[in-house]
């Protein structure tokens, strides 16, 4: 079901208002007085003062020729502007010719790679579905897939075209990160792109990769989780219809943006201390119901219950720790957002009706993730297992850095990542009981009278153990999502027992002024992709591209156009979050 944006925080909170009075000023017309007309080129135009001397008529006779030389000089003006001309003139033919050779050149060389990057190495093997050979990157071990239309495929193409005939300067196009994932020790089955696929750390954003634990050399890769560990999404429902919300929507954007801590360097929601920041690491949301923060359905409706139980403290470092101890409940920067949504289109009756969703109610979709904490752990273990992991496992790119699963690296790493996890849902379930008491303050009812439910709560950035069928066979996998959602079938242990008849709730966040969606997980995605699908937009124009190429102000008059209103800790967060900005 289609949701359209109504409010939207971005890394803050957005409002749907009213459209503005689009009169245009008035015009205003240039008036050059008849007097004033300027004299016509080439003509000099002196003003001569006569004398009351009876001598003037001779002495006049005798005075220089004032506009014959004027007029000489302007002659030799011209004479030289023509030279200048003619040089301009022949510089920028050549120029032109140079340009036209060059362009020439580099059709032909874009043409060369195109043929051998859609000829050589990718193969169309069903609707949206392309393989990626053996050979387009070397130490592959698998094959890669890439699950796209032509027009985002075309974007991921030019990527890597752009690279091989320009260079690359430091980027690596998403599609070699596809095929470098796909030469990791123990992967199997496939390295898989989803439709929002985009360049990344190490792994492509939007890549997943499985990993065989049985295998003797199985490595477990940061850059396949990410630096903002549990990235994920939140959605709370309601009872409210947009009637009821819009004649005060400004007042309750207010609210939440004063409620929800955004930015960067702000502090979080909630003060904890080192002991209490402990509790949140080991034991996730179970510490925050203690506490009466979170609902009991919460914790029922999240991906792991919200505590992910091989999470472990003592591996996560000082710096992490402090970085994470003043920042949980808030939503941090860059594509972060509190959002108030409407449901706008039902496809799905029955699952809409089990998830509690029907056309014209008001929704709240929370985006963020471990904040700084999850950032540093991420930084820690790259540190430590670049040292040697490019040698020892011949990786194509350093920053594929990993590591045995079965070593002490290994494990410290997983149950490092485990606690940020924890973190990160403790930190949208402040945010969600921010939301809460400001939607009762604002109506003067309880949050349960509201039903202001939890639908779900799904990670993005995070490595998982699990069970899948590779190659007819059932393996035990450490499946990294990167950028990724998961999508687990009906029936599958993992999904709540409400959902055990339609499958996991899917979210899916749209750009700025552009919808989101809720999906369920299907038997195909857990055949195809290990139970995973997109997690939103996908960015097609890096944050520095977008601010370059796109104005705040511009970005703002469109958002209004819609019936958008943002409000957000730093204006040039909106260029860089403008939907112009995503696929």
């Not at 702000?266 to 949140?280: K, M, N, S, Y």
Request: glycine residues 8%.
């Amino acid at each position: 079901m289609a949701k359209k944006k109504v409010a939207k925080p971005y890394a803050s909170v957005v409002v749907r208002a009213a459209k503005p009075d689009p009169r245009p000023p008035a015009e205003k017309e240039a008036i050059i007085p008849a007097e004033a007309t300027p004299p016509q080129e080439g003509v000099v135009v002196e003003e001569v003062h006569s004398s009351s001397s009876s001598s003037s008529s001779s002495s006049s006779s005798q005075d220089p020729p004032v506009v014959s030389e004027a007029a000489e000089e302007l002659e030799e003006e011209k004479a030289v502007m023509k030279t200048k001309d003619r040089k301009a003139a022949k510089k920028k033919k050549k120029m032109k010719e140079r340009i036209a050779v060059a362009r020439h050149q580099k059709e032909d060389r874009v043409a060369k790679a195109q043929q051998m990057v859609g000829d050589q190495f990718l193969e169309k093997i069903g609707i949206c579905r392309y393989k990626i050979k053996m050979d387009f990157v070397p130490n592959m071990k698998v094959e890669g897939c890439v699950y796209a239309n032509e027009k985002l495929l075309a974007v991921l193409m030019e990527e890597v075209i752009s690279a091989q005939v320009e260079g690359n300067g430091g980027f690596m196009p998403a599609l070699t990160q596809i095929g470098n994932v796909a030469g990791l020790p123990g992967i199997v089955g496939k390295s898989v792109a989803l439709p929002d696929a985009h360049s990344g750390y190490g792994f492509a954003i939007g890549n997943v990769a499985a990993i065989d634990m049985s295998h003797p050399n199985a490595v477990v890769s940061p850059g396949g989780v990410g630096f903002d560990i549990n990235c994920g999404v939140r959605l709370l429902r309601s009872n409210i219809t947009e009637e009821q919300i819009a004649p005060g929507i400004e007042h309750l954007a207010e609210k939440l943006f004063q409620a929800i801590p955004v930015g960067v360097g702000t502090r979080g929601a909630i003060h904890l201390t080192f002991d209490d920041l402990d509790q949140v690491l080991n034991r996730g949301m179970d510490w925050l119901l203690e506490k009466g923060i979170s609902w009991p359905e919460d914790l029922e409706l999240c991906e792991e219950n919200g505590n992910m139980k091989n999470a472990d403290s003592t591996v996560v470092s000082k710096r992490a720790k402090s970085r994470g101890l003043e920042q949980a409940g808030s939503l941090g920067s860059g594509n972060h957002y509190a959002e108030i949504q409407v449901v706008d289109e039902v496809f799905d009756e029955e699952a809409a009706a089990t998830m509690g969703l029907r056309k014209g109610i008001v929704v709240i979709m929370i985006h963020s993730g471990s904040r700084g904490l999850g950032h540093q752990v991420c930084t820690d273990f790259l540190e430590a297992m670049q040292r040697n992991s490019a040698k020892e496992f011949g990786l194509n790119d350093r920053q594929l850095s990993c590591c045995r699963i079965d070593t002490d690296l290994g494990r410290c790493y997983l149950r490092a990542m485990a606690a940020a996890a924890n973190f990160a849902w403790v930190n949208r379930s402040v945010m969600a009981h921010c939301v809460r008491t400001a939607f009762s303050e604002f109506f003067g009812q309880s949050a349960r009278d509201l039903e202001l439910f939890q639908v779900y709560d799904v990670s993005h950035n995070i490595a998982k153990i699990e069970k899948h069928i590779v190659d007819g066979e059932e393996k035990t996998v450490l499946v990294h999502r990167k950028g990724a959602t998961r999508a687990f079938a009906p029936h599958h242990p993992s999904v709540p027992e409400k959902y055990q008849q339609i499958g996991q709730p899917v979210l899916i966040g749209g750009s700025m002024g552009t919808s989101s969606y809720v999906l369920v997980g299907t038997d195909t995605a857990m055949a195809e992709t290990f139970g995973s699908t997109c997690h939103g937009a996908g960015r097609s124009l890096s944050r520095s591209e977008a601010k370059r190429s796109l104005s705040a102000k511009t970005v703002l008059k469109n958002l209004a156009s819609q019936g958008i209103i943002v409000k957000v800790s730093s204006p040039e967060l909106i260029a860089e979050e403008a939907s112009e900005a995503y696929k």
